[in-house]
T-cell receptor, first 115, second 110 residues
Framework: SAVISQKPSRDICQRGTSLTIQCQVD?????MFWYRQQPGQSLTLIAT?????????ESGFVIDKFPISRPNLTFSTLTVSNMSPEDSSIYLC????????????FGSGTRLTVV | RKEVEQDPGPFNVPEGATVAFNCTYS??????FFWYRQDCRKEPKLLMS???SGNEDGRFTAQLNRASQYISLLIRDSKLSDSATYLC???????????FGTGTRLQVTL
């Protein structure tokens, strides 16, 4: 399975500021996925990031709030913009397994607290 | 109705017990099915894929019933280390979008 390095692992940010989260994969992948896990809840897909095109956002998520970059096949960033306390969550990136039906691998997550 | 539904638990079982988790999904076009395990403050990790024919991996057995849109996970001879949240996950559509259930929390005790 792919290995994903995600950073930062955690951060405490002031409201109104922005935080950029990075994910580096040890192999080339077509699609990378960004998820949010709010306290006590399961994961919700924010967007799908393809290299060379704009990310595809799920209902309830917009590019102005969560801009995504995908400059190459091994790297992506998610920015949480103009943060409010409601953005306090764990953010995770994910890639599909390299083998059929091998599931998906997740980064270790970024625990964000907005104060 | 949620796309993927699970009993949130918690399931509290003694070590050595057999425990079963159920999951239902609403989209009949769902294509792939997985059970993930998530430990507290950690990322989800793949436990096993789920096939229509059923599959077994050691103490873990997964079943898929496409007609009933139902997935199950059976854990035999529970260990303390099995304590975690178990997430039922399905993919739907060409973008292989993952949809997660809310998770079932398992606590195995002495």
């Amino acid at each position: 399975s792919a290995v994903i390095s995600q950073k930062p692992s955690r951060d405490i940010c002031q409201r109104g500021t922005s935080l950029t989260i990075q994910c580096q994969v040890d192999s080339q992948v077509t699609m990378m996925f960004w998820y949010r896990q709010q306290p006590g809840q399961s994961l919700t897909l924010i967007a799908t990031a393809n290299q060379g095109s704009e990310a595809t956002y799920e209902s309830g998520f917009v590019i102005d709030k969560f801009p995504i970059s995908r400059p190459n096949l091994t790297f992506s960033t998610l920015t949480v913009s103009n943060m409010s306390p409601e953005d306090s969550s764990i953010y995770l990136c994910s890639v599909e397994g390299l083998q059929t039906r091998r599931g998906y691998t997740f980064g270790s997550g970024t625990r964000l607290t907005v104060v | 109705r949620k796309e993927v539904e699970q009993d949130p638990g918690p399931f509290n079982v003694p070590e050595g017990a057999t425990v079963a988790f159920n999951c239902t999904y609403s989209n009949s076009a769902s294509q792939s099915f997985f059970w993930y395990r998530q430990d507290c403050r950690k990322e989800p990790k793949l436990l096993m894929s789920v096939y229509s024919s059923g599959n077994e991996d050691g103490r873990f057995t997964a079943q898929l019933n496409r007609a009933s849109q139902y997935i199950s996970l059976l854990i035999r001879d529970s260990k303390l280390s099995d304590s975690a949240t178990y997430l039922c996950v399905v993919t739907t559509g060409t973008a292989s979008k993952l949809t997660f259930g809310t998770g079932t929390r398992l606590q195995v005790t002495l």
